[in-house]
Structure formats: structure tokens, C-alpha cells
């Protein structure tokens, strides 16, 4: 070994002021363990801030939208401060949530957190069989996460008591009173105890939400994560821009965003190690040379991947705040937020490892539908627009895609010493014309420089909130339900040997033509990942092209062929 040393890349926790873990808050190790679990490094600033209080029983009022982690910021106390030794009975926890969705989702989160201490989590709301709701109830539950309307019903049917009910919590507050929740929401907290801690979240304050603060909740600690100061320096030069995409369709997305963009070198942020490690394998399985880093990896590891990052050996670090914290990598030209950050400060943090020492950068945002106000926020905090696109169509990649060809033709005359192919132009002139010539050779051009995954579903364009809306945004075919994205009646067929086996497009191409009466022109987009490959062929001749390669041999060796799944199943 000589070389000049490369920098270490700091072991996490890099800084001693932000090293606060959730262990310092006081929660116990049923809930610390299944954090670990989760992945979670380390609490969001609202975690920091509203656990301690509400583990003291105060009462709290906070400003913050979804995306900053509050579920988990009052979950994780209510789940703390339930009674152990309980066996039937009456819920201790309400939680009131405005959509049937987020009653869902929040009792998941409460699942997944309460998971060791056996927490019984109910979620009830308009439009499910009240029925099962009722044997629930019945059984005995610790928590019910209740839509406004629904709550009630059962409270008038007296089968939700609230007698016991120690904590109640309001959240997204402000889209309960915009939906009309507002009596409702009066009617329940009249029946629960007086004593009773409450919690209020909402992403806005207006004077509403003050008013039924100031009624219902006693003394609170008031909890604001956005600053309305910009952070000072906080801007790099970094172009930003934003996605919206739902959730199935990220992998995608990520893709897409990365094959418009191609990269030097890029970095993708996720909240937590188990996505870190999910999304490495994805996007490796897609073609991409992704590695993780994460707090969970020794200094040597990660040192390694460190140095795969500076040789150019990978091109795509998927990370954590935790891991990435002070990390300098000269070739980084774009940062992408796979999921919007739990607060500005981190979303500064992260754009910071682009566009250092006067070079350019590029930070991607992709934010589902519901954490657009997080953007927005975000957007306030760095004094920065963040510009919402579209996610690239399928269009979009091919003219891209040309472009790089021709712009690599267009280097390749003007340096390069041509002459020597010359003898095979001109005995192809013989028989062909020169337009043809060309063209031919452009196209191999075009498939040999194609990146490794031609990643071509059309991905659904999303609306803020489609949950509410009326999705103008939603592309129709997502509408009715299907999942099929490809163009129309084209299939994919899957084969079992990809880049580890030396696959280039080519082979595919020519193994297909010279099989089956399936012309080059009508092969659709070619995926070559490790270990298989994907080609898009007409609808119509499917069958006889998975018939055609089962019969033959791909760079000497019998593959696996058949029809693909959809592409939503393919992650
Ligand atoms: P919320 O703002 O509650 O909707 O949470 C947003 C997302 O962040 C959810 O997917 C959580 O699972 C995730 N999350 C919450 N807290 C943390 C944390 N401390 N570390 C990593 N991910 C988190």
C-alpha cells in the first residue's frame, strides 16, 4: 500500500451535539428494540423535543407536518406509559386522525412500536363493517386510532368507553376542522376524563386550532419544528428540484430520475438502515452499482465502500444522515432524498455533501403525494424554491437518451481517428446506402451505451393529497385499478442470465431475430440487470419468443424464460 491517505470517513456519531439517542430520552427497551429493529438511528427534532414532556404526562401542542416523524413522537409515550398488567377493558389511548388512511397508518406505526409490550391497536373508521369493530372493542383494546365520525357512533352506542382513557390525541388537527370535524372532535373530548393529558398536532396554526388548544389542553408544551429564520448559509449551489411520487412507485421513479440525470456520482438518503439495505438491493437488481452506508457498519466497512465510492468501481451510496454526516466526496454531483427529511435542518445537511468548493450540484427530492407541505416548509426554512416536475416519462428517457448518442457521435467526429473504419463503411456501401450505414451504426452505438437498466414502465403522475382530491393528476390507467404501465400490447419476457453472464443487448436481440420471425425493430426496451434480463416484445409474439429462446442457447448458456410479472410486483 502507498498512495497519499484518503481521508477517514467519520464513525458515526460525528457530532457530539446532535448524538442524542432515543435511549436518552427515557424510553424503555421493549420500544428502544424495536427501533433498532426499525432501523431508526437516531429521533427526528420532534421526537427530541415532544418525548421527554409527554413521557412526563404534559400536555403538548405541535407544529408539525407529516414527514417529521410525529407518529413515532407521541406513539412512542403513549406506548411508555401504558399499564402493563392489562387483560380486558377499556381503551387507555384515542387517537383522532381526519382520513381513514392515516387511522391505518398510525396504528400501524403503533404496531410496529408496541409490538414487545403486546399493545392491542384497534383502528376504526367510516366504511369498514362496523361489526369487526365491535368484536374488537369487545376483546379489549390499549389504543384505538378513531376517524372523528365513526368514534362517536361508537361512543353513542356505547361500545367505546372513554372512562379510562388517559391520553388523547389530536392529530392533524387542522384537517379535522377543515373537514368538519370540529363538533365532533368537542362531543368526544366531553367524554373523556378530566384528567386526561391531551396532545395536539396540526402542520398550520390558524386561530381555530388556537381556540380549541386553549380549551382543551391544560399548561402545554409547545413544540414548533420549522424556523422561520432561513438557516444561515444554508445555500450551496445546488439546483433542487422535486418529485411526486406514490410509494410503490419509487424504485421506479429513483431509476427514471437517475437515467435522465446520469450522475457522476450520486447519493441517495433514506430515514432508516432496514431502507438503506432494501433500496441498495433494489436498485443492484435494477443495474446500478449501489453501496450501503449505514450506522450499523464498522469503520473498516465503510471505509471500503468509501473507497469503491472514489474509484469509480460504484456510483450510487445509499445512506443515512447518521453515516453520511461529514462525508466529503469530490465525484458526488447529485443527492437525492428518497423520502422528504424529517426536518429542514437535515434536509440542509444533506444537500451540503453536493455542490461544495464552488462545484454544482443537483438535490432530487422525491416526496409522496402527503408530505408536500413538508416541501414546503423546507422551502421557507432555506429561503430556496424547490421546483415540483413531473417524473420523467418514457418519452422523456428516450430523448435523453438520444441525445447522449449523438452527442457521443458528435465527439467521436470530431477527435477521433476514424480512418480505419473507412474499409468497413465502404464495403457496406456496395450494398446498402450510406443513410443506412449510419444509421445502423448510430443504433449500435445507442444500445452499447445503453445503462445497464432501461427502466421503462411509465410511472402514474401523482396529485398532492390524492387521498382527498379528486386526483386530476393520476394517470388513467392507475385509475382503473390495473397495474399494467407498458406501452400498448407489449409483453416482457424474463431471461435468466444478465450482466454477471455477459449479456450485452445485443446478444438478446440477436438470439431473438435469429430464433423467431420477430424483426430487431419490434423488440421493445432491454433491461440487462446482474442476473437477468427483461425484454419488451409485441403482445402477439410473446409466446413464440419465450418458445424461440427456450429452444436456443444466450453467449453459450440455456437460460430461464418466461413471461414477467407486472412491473408492480417486481420489487
Ligand atoms: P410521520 O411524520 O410520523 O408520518 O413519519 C414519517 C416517516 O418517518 C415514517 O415512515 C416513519 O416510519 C419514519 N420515521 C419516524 N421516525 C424516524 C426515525 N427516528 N428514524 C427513521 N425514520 C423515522
Known amino acids: 500500500m502507498s498512495a497519499a491517505p484518503t481521508p477517514t470517513d467519520p464513525a458515526p456519531p460525528a457530532d457530539a451535539e446532535d448524538a442524542i439517542a432515543f435511549a436518552d430520552l427515557g424510553l424503555r427497551t421493549e420500544l428502544l428494540g424495536a427501533l433498532a429493529a426499525l432501523g431508526y438511528e437516531e429521533p427526528t427534532p420532534i421526537q427530541r423535543e415532544a ?38 377493558g377499556d381503551p387507555v389511548s384515542l387517537v383522532l386522525v381526519p382520513t381513514r388512511e392515516l387511522a391505518v397508518q398510525v396504528s400501524e406505526a403503533f404496531h ?36 372523528p365520525g365513526r368514534a362517536l357512533d361508537h361512543i353513542a352506542r356505547g361500545t367505546l368507553r372513554l372512562g379510562s382513557v388517559a391520553t388523547v390525541v389530536l392529530d392533524e388537527a387542522d384537517e379535522m376542522l377543515d373537514m368538519g370535524f370540529a363538533e365532533d372532535i368537542e362531543a368526544i373530548l366531553e367524554h373523556a376524563p378530566e384528567g386526561r393529558q391531551t396532545v395536539l398536532f396540526s402542520a398550520t396554526m390558524p386561530a381555530r386550532i388556537d381556540g380549541l388548544a386553549r380549551q382543551h389542553l391544560t399548561d402545554p408544551v409547545r413544540i414548533r419544528i420549522e424556523r422561520e429564520q432561513p ?78 465510492l472514489r474509484a469509480g468501481t460504484a456510483d450510487l451510496l445509499v445512506a443515512t444522515d447518521v453515516a453520511a454526516r461529514g462525508l466529503d466526496v469530490e465525484q458526488l454531483t447529485h443527492v437525492v432524498n428518497y423520502d422528504v427529511p424529517s426536518a429542514p435542518e437535515s434536509y440542509v445537511h444533506r444537500i451540503g455533501r453536493v455542490g461544495r468548493a464552488g462545484r454544482e450540484g443537483v438535490a432530487i427530492t422525491l416526496a409522496e403525494p402527503r408530505e408536500h407541505r413538508m416541501l414546503k416548509t423546507i422551502e421557507r426554512v432555506t429561503g430556496q424554491r424547490i421546483s415540483v ?43 446498402f446506402d450510406l443513410m443506412e450505414v449510419a444509421l445502423a451504426a448510430v443504433r449500435l452505438a445507442h444500445e452499447a451505451t445503453l445503462p445497464g437498466t432501461a427502466d421503462e414502465e411509465e410511472i402514474p403522475q401523482v396529485a398532492v393529497r390524492p387521498n382527498r382530491e379528486a386526483r386530476p393528476g393520476y394517470d388513467s390507467r392507475d385509475r382503473r385499478g390495473g397495474t399494467r404501465s407498458r406501452g400498448a400490447g407489449t409483453a416482457q419476457v424474463f431471461i435468466g442470465l444478465g450482466r454477471r453472464a455477459g449479456v450485452r443487448p445485443q446478444d438478446l436481440v440477436g438470439a431473438i431475430t435469429g430464433e423467431t420471425r420477430v424483426n430487431g425493430r419490434d423488440i421493445g426496451s432491454i433491461e440487462i ?13 410473446a409466446d413464440e419468443v419465450i418458445r424461440g429462446l427456450r429452444g436456443s442457447t444466450i453467449k453459450g448458456r440455456k437460460a430461464t424464460v418466461r413471461r414477467d410479472r407486472d412491473g408492480d410486483d417486481r420489487r
Not at 404526562?57 to 416523524?69: E, F, I, N
Not at 414487545?116 to 376483546?139: E, F, K, N, T, W
Not at 432496514?274 to 450499523?296: F, I, K, Q, S, W
Open 112 to 147: 410496529r412500536y408496541g409490538k414487545d409490550l403486546g399493545a392491542r391497536v384497534l383502528p376504526i373508521y367510516g366504511g369498514q363493517p362496523i361489526g369487526r369493530q365491535l368484536r374488537a372493542l369487545d376483546h379489549g383494546v390499549d389504543v384505538v386510532v378513531a376517524t
Open 529 to 541: 440487470a446482474d442476473r437477468f434480463s427483461l425484454v419488451e416484445v409485441p403482445q402477439a409474439m
Open 389 to 431: 416536475d413531473k417524473i420523467p416519462t418514457v418519452a422523456d428517457l428516450r430523448t435523453r437518451r438520444f441525445e447522449l448518442t449523438q452527442a457521443a457521435v458528435r465527439e467521436s467526429l470530431l477527435e477521433d481517428d476514424l480512418e480505419p473504419f473507412r474499409a468497413v463503411v465502404e464495403s457496406l456501401t456496395d450494398e
Open 231 to 308: 438557516v444561515a448559509g444554508a445555500a450551496p449551489r445546488v439546483r433542487q428540484s422535486a418529485y411526486l411520487v406514490a410509494r410503490a412507485h419509487k424504485p421506479a421513479a429513483l431509476g427514471r430520475v437517475l437515467d435522465v440525470e446520469s450522475p457522476t456520482a450520486a447519493i441517495v438518503f433514506c430515514r432508516s438502515r432496514e431502507e438503506v439495505d432494501r433500496l441498495t438491493e433494489t436498485m443492484n437488481g435494477r443495474g446500478y452499482r449501489a453501496e450501503a452506508l449505514h450506522g450499523g457498519m464498522s469503520q473498516e466497512q465503510r471505509d471500503r465502500v468509501m473507497g469503491r
Open 51 to 88: 418525548i421527554p414532556p409527554l413521557l412526563a404526562g404534559q400536555d403538548l401542542l405541535g407544529q408539525a407536518a407529516t414527514g417529521t416523524g410525529k407518529t413515532a413522537a407521541f406513539a412512542l409515550p403513549l406506548l411508555q406509559r401504558m399499564p402493563t398488567d392489562r387483560s380486558g
